[in-house]
């Protein structure tokens, strides 16, 4: 959320939050399909 919140780098949260870039870019990807998903008209 911080990602898309700030505008921030996936890299960057690896050093704040000591997540790696990849996974931060797989739940991301997640986040964005799971909104797509519910929100999509039928």
Do not use: H, N, P
Not at 5 to 32: H, N, P, W
């Amino acid at each position: 959320m911080r990602m898309l919140r700030y505008g921030c780098y996936a890299e960057s949260l690896d050093d704040i939050l000591g997540i790696a870039e990849s996974t931060v870019l797989a739940y991301t990807k997640e986040f964005y399909q799971a909104v797509i998903d519910e929100f999509e008209e039928a």
